[in-house]
């Protein structure tokens, strides 16, 4: 995969060679209480998240207040509601704004946002958000992406739902407006997503076409989906957390919980590190235990000008010995010695020329 691209947010560097960058989405799982959007700020960062991420909007700014059939959900975890009705529930009320980023300074959080209209933009650029995010059902909303990639920030862009050529377009609208340091995190905007519709492959694809750093936005259950992303080479991870999904809220269903996304995130590092590099090489732990493979040992005494054979030389361990594809060379050879059992052999125990003479 080509992750040749790195930027920063907030100090923080993510691309190739640096561990996942990892973001909790608190979405509507606050409740509409600000006490339990900074109890899950608190928690989320000592679980490890690199950052939490919010959303701006308000359901006038992101739809009409209409119960026609083109505004009512059909299926998934919303079934029979308003569009408005959701996000009147799900919305961050805008007054929460700067307390949140205030809480976020306090605690040592980054805190950036996924803005759904210039107004959000220009609020989030007041209170110094330091990148954006575009959510998958914004990615075709071209001028939107424009209005953010002109504050200079950093852009996260979801890809759920987008055919190659929507990509391609928002990609272009960001970069024409003067975005200079873009990822695209690979998502499949199903709620839950099932994991075999997780295609993590096309993450290479991004990476490759787009010459973008890549990540996963993801919406399965559990996390094996998340570490398998990074595993595959995924610089950025994006979850959705809850204080307890028996409490409830718009996106618990789907969401973890913060000891899950501790372990998530853990296990994100250990996959990142464990991706190592092309190289053919022993590494410090195998060191010691080069004395374990096998080697060409003296299984019986054998006096000097006596002929080896298979029953008087063979292959075990430890590995202290000639290499066992000598053996075959050794067979019908005559020790220069006489050599007692558990001798490890050495070509000064044989008579004669050696391979490494000759």
């Not at 805008?94 to 980054?110: D, N, P, S, V, Y």
């Not at 939107?144 to 990509?167: D, F, H, R, V």
């Not at 973008?212 to 259950?221: E, N, R």
């Not at 005494?301 to 202290?320: C, D, F, M, Q, Y």
Request: net charge negative; proline share 6%.
């Amino acid at each position: 995969m080509n992750t040749a691209n790195k930027f920063s947010i907030a100090g923080r560097r993510i691309g190739a060679g640096e561990p996942p960058y990892v973001i909790a989405e608190l979405s509507g799982n606050h409740l509409g209480d600000i006490e339990r959007a900074f109890d899950l700020m608190e928690a989320v960062s000592r679980a490890g998240a690199d950052a939490v991420k919010i959303q701006t909007y308000t359901a006038a700014t992101i739809t009409i207040d209409h119960d026609g059939p083109d505004f009512r959900i059909e299926g998934g975890p919303w079934a029979g509601r308003t569009l408005y009705d959701l996000y009147q529930e799900a919305h961050t009320p805008w007054e929460w704004h700067a307390a949140l980023f205030e809480k976020a300074r306090q605690i040592g959080l980054t805190i950036f946002s996924s803005p759904f209209d210039p107004t959000a933009v220009a609020l989030l650029q007041q209170l110094g958000a330091p990148a954006y995010k575009v959510a998958s059902f914004e990615l075709i909303d071209l001028p939107l992406i424009e209005c953010m990639a002109q504050t200079g920030k950093p852009l996260l862009m979801s890809t759920g739902l987008a055919t190659a050529e929507e990509i391609s377009e928002a990609v272009d609208a960001a970069r024409g407006a003067g975005c200079s340091e873009l990822a695209l995190l690979h998502c499949t905007s199903g709620y839950p997503t099932p994991p075999d519709e997780a295609n993590l492959a096309v993450m290479e694809q991004l990476a490759a076409r787009f010459d973008a750093v890549v990540g996963l936005s993801d919406h399965t259950l559990g996390t094996a989906v998340a570490i398998s992303a990074v595993a595959r080479g995924a610089a950025i991870v994006e979850k959705h957390v809850a204080l307890r999904r028996a409490d409830g809220g718009p996106d618990a269903g789907f969401s973890l919980e913060p000891n899950e996304f501790a372990d998530m995130a853990e296990a994100c590092g250990i996959a990142w590190r464990a991706i190592g590099s092309p190289e053919f090489s022993r590494t410090p732990s195998e060191a010691e235990n080069l004395n374990f493979r096998r080697s060409l040992y003296v299984v019986q005494n054998i006096k000097a000008g006596e002929l080896l054979s298979v029953e008087n030389l063979r292959s075990i361990r430890p590995g202290h010995g000639l290499a066992p594809k000598y053996l075959p060379a050794l067979l019908g050879r005559r020790a220069a010695r006489d050599l007692a059992r558990g001798t490890a052999i050495s070509w000064d125990d044989v008579a004669g020329e050696h391979p490494e003479q000759s």
